[in-house]
């Protein structure tokens, strides 16, 4: 563990920093892919050609950054019944502390049912057969798993509802929304394919399904598109915690446990 | 347990309607009464609803603007601040992504640039409001608050750059910037006093500082404020740690140590 | 030395005493060689000298080990719990489930706060009891300034004694661990708050488990940092059991568990 002179500074392409003349920890002006953030592009960008840029070594079309502002909307808030938010309340409604209001929505909106994990498989999915039916229904036959990841097994294709009944009006209406800005292919393919390509599932879409490919046309990949719908899932869960901490844990769901089995084992 | 706890979830945010065949999914979400999906989702831009979420109203488009510009200020601290550091501690060694965040959130609360400064400087604004005087004698000693405990005592007045020499430049155009949008209120008068805060506190303003006064131009409560500047710091982490990640763990630095009470190899010394 | 100077004399090699790593070779913790000074320790043991830099005796280790023990409640209702079932529910990793469930556990009604603030006033009001104050006056003044004092009342079964301080107290009968000024001060104030509130407000166990340590020595951020790892044991089968259930079958909700009271259905053009 030894190092040399060039091992304590952090490489970047995306972002570069000058300092002020009389400060070496202060910054002069700070520049994502060339563009002056603070002199140039506060009161001219708007927040998704920074998210965009962050991720993209260019600007994004028009098409494209109002595809992603639709996403954002779309995936803001999953309502209180969604899995994070419920976690993010349960931090909010105790007084946790705003953070670990956040971690909590985090860790629960990470997995494969609805959460980060879901878009990242399906992305690697749509990486793997783009448009091609059949490659689709070869691979969701046989999805393979990854042996000794810390994840569990999935337990349904990734971006199908496992507990869907048909397509929901929500996802519909989604998908319509962003197919219309034609930022790529696999969004306006897949509004006019729908039904045959849940049939490769048997199960219908999901928002986070949506998500995957709208993300994937955006350019994004399945490590990008992952981080990007943890992110953009947050302001939900913080506005419903927060929401939960004046009205108090007593009017909050605690619900009633049923004990199984021998009600006290080994009581002497 | 025999409380009585709420048997439905509460909520003057978000309503939804189920589909007809299935309980459990809804068909229509409304968002202070509208519909998200049906309606909001291409004609609002995504600050105008984040704006929704939190106040419950639609914004101005003053206000939208200054959300806007806010959001962008706030997106990357820059891999030298303490979240982005933490989140690609994180990345490099391929620790998954929510973890990644994880870290950024942890790293990004506190009182040293965080989301808590800002919560801290929001309440400095209730207690003092528009009165330099009152500043003044807050800022020659500021009083931390009594609880919650396990926050670590602020070093230094919120808002203010503990290690700064004067007002960096990026501070004063996103300032500069807000007020044009803003032109009446805390943001003009913090721009207007910014020299006589600043001898007060004997230290320059910060962009928490900024950020403080301008949620609190646009009636945001602390604990909204706080949460905001949470959510809004992340992407910049998020990007820069799937960076390292791709770049790998050899390039990152890992500093060095010099260890100052080192027993030596045998290392059975005891010690009082 | 100010401004930017103060960093600039923390550049370069980051001079510590916690402790350092030689790969291949040996590791020095708080001054000491890790594998031969703790070569047979238990892990609570090496946990409290991490936090204290000091070794306690193995009765105390024991006690301290015996909270962790009986605050351990399996129960995926309690909210810090939950974050880890809807995390396991939800497919996502035990570390990220049990991060964040730790993360949450430093809540205002349970958990850190009450703990670390009851240790705070413990402390002050040991200070001014023994210099002659009474009780009942610190309580009064205490209640003037917060409305409510944290470690007295639970958030479930208020009236209830805890069950948990019972055995704790066992626990140190059989190990032949004192009650402290603190833990006895703590009690006193049970005894008092409730006149002074005119309602019982029993004691929690939030007390009890800082006034233990700090009779031990401990500051009231030691205990707090001693109590970060004490859910984890009721926490890990919360997040198994979800794992065990299909996957979104945890604590599921229906559309119509969600009670809306904003505005009517409006439109957005």
């Known amino acids: 563990m030894s190092d040399n002179e060039n091992t304590n500074a952090v490489r970047s392409k995306m972002w570069r920093e000058e300092p002020e003349p009389d400060n070496p920890f202060a910054t002069r002006a700070a520049y994502i892919r060339g563009y002056d953030v603070y002199g140039e592009m506060l009161g001219n960008a708007r927040w998704v050609d920074m998210l965009y840029m962050l991720f993209h070594s260019e600007a994004p079309t028009p098409a494209q950054a109002d595809t992603l502002e639709a996403l954002a909307i779309a995936l803001a808030n999953p309502g209180p019944r969604d899995a994070s938010v419920h976690a993010a309340m349960c931090g909010g409604v105790c ?38 039916l ?15 990841s810390v994840w569990p097994a999935p337990e349904h294709p990734p971006g199908f509802d496992p507990h869907g009944v048909r397509t929901t009006t929500v996802v519909k209406q989604t ?39 709208a993300l994937a046309d955006l350019g994004f990949s399945p490590e990008q598109g992952e981080m990007m719908h943890l992110l953009l899932r947050l302001p939900g869960a913080a506005a419903h915690a927060l929401e939960q901490h004046p009205l108090g844990y007593k009017k909050f769901p605690f619900g009633i446990v049923e004990l199984e089995g021998p009600e006290l084992k080994g009581q002497s | 347990m025999s409380d009585n706890f709420g048997e439905v979830f509460h909520s003057h945010i978000w309503e939804e309607k189920a589909e007809p065949d299935n309980p459990f999914t809804a068909a229509a979400c409304y968002c202070r009464g509208y519909d998200v999906y049906g309606d909001l989702l291409s004609k609002a831009t995504y600050i105008e609803y984040l704006y929704l979420l939190f106040k419950g109203e639609r914004p101005t488009q003053e206000v939208a603007a200054a959300l806007q510009l806010l959001a962008i200020a706030l ?19 391929g620790s998954p992504a929510a973890s990644v965040l994880m870290a950024a959130l942890a790293s990004g609360a506190g009182s040293y640039g965080g989301g808590r400064e800002v919560l801290l400087a929001m309440q400095a604004w209730i207690d003092c409001g528009t009165n330099l005087e009152n500043w003044q004698r807050y800022l020659s000693s500021p009083q931390a608050p009594s609880r919650p405990l396990f926050w670590p005592q602020t070093e230094h007045a919120p808002g203010f750059d503990p290690h700064g020499v004067t007002c960096s430049t990026i501070v004063t155009q996103t300032l500069q910037q807000l007020c044009r949008i803003l032109p009446d209120g805390q943001l003009n008068w913090l721009a207007k006093e910014q020299p006589a805060l600043e001898k007060a506190a004997g230290i320059p303003l910060a962009m928490t500082g900024v950020v403080a006064a301008a949620f609190t131009n646009l009636d945001f409560s602390p604990a909204e404020a706080e949460m905001l500047t949470l959510l809004w710091r992340l992407p910049g982490a998020a990007a820069h740690a799937l960076e390292q990640w791709q770049r790998g763990f050899r390039q990152f630095p890992f500093f060095s140590l010099d260890l100052e009470n080192d027993p030596g190899v045998t290392g059975l010394k005891e010690k009082t | 030395m100010s401004g930017p100077d103060i960093l600039k004399t923390f550049e370069g090699p980051m001079r510590t005493k916690v402790g350092a790593c030689f790969p291949g070779e040996r590791t020095v913790f708080r001054g000491y060689d890790l594998h031969a000074e703790f070569k047979h320790a238990e892990w609570i043991d090496l946990y409290i000298f991490s936090i204290t830099g000091r070794r306690l005796t193995p009765i105390q280790l024991k006690v301290l080990q015996g909270i962790w023990v009986y605050t351990s409640y399996p129960d995926p209702r309690l909210w810090n719990n939950r974050v880890a079932a809807m995390a396991g529910s939800a497919r996502g990793t035990g570390a990220q489930g049990l991060g964040a469930a730790i993360a949450t556990s430093e809540a205002a009604i349970y958990g850190r706060q009450p703990e670390i603030t009851v240790a705070d006033f413990l402390i002050r009001a040991l200070k001014r009891t023994e210099a002659g104050e009474s009780l009942e006056q610190v309580i009064r003044q205490e209640l003037g300034i917060h409305k409510r004092l944290l470690g007295y009342g639970r958030p479930v079964a208020t009236l209830d004694v805890d069950e948990r301080i019972p055995v704790t107290l066992d626990l140190m009968q059989h190990e032949g661990v004192e009650i402290g000024p603190h833990l006895k001060l703590a009690f006193e104030v049970e005894r008092v708050l409730s006149e002074v509130a005119g309602r019982p407000l029993p004691m929690t166990y939030s007390a009890m488990v800082v006034s233990i340590p700090m009779d031990m020595g401990f500051s009231p951020l030691e205990c707090y940092l001693y109590m970060q790892p004490c859910f984890i044991a009721g926490m890990i089968p919360c997040y198994l059991e979800a794992l065990e259930r299909p996957e979104g079958a945890t604590f599921v909700m229906r559309c119509d568990r969600l009670e809306y009271d904003g505005p009517a259905h409006r439109s957005w053009d």
Request: contains cysteine; glycine residues 12%.
């Open chain 1, 134 to 148: 059949e490659a689709w229904q070869q691979r969701l036959m046989d999805p393979g798993t990854t042996p000794g």
């Open chain 1, 95 to 132: 007084g946790s502390t705003a953070a670990s209001s956040l971690m909590a929505a985090l860790a629960v909106g990470a997995g494969q049912l609805a959460g980060g994990r879901e878009v990242f498989l399906a992305m690697e999915n749509w990486q793997a057969c783009g448009t091609d």
């Open chain 1, 175 to 213: 998908l319509a929304c962003l197919a219309r800005y034609a930022a790529g292919t696999y969004l306006p393919w897949l509004n006019e394919n729908l039904d045959a390509f849940e049939a490769t599932a048997k199960a219908p879409l999901t928002l986070s399904g949506v998500a995957a490919i």
């Open chain 2, 75 to 93: 997106a990357n601290p820059g891999p030298r601040d303490p979240s982005v550091h933490a989140a690609m501690a994180a990345g490099v060694g």
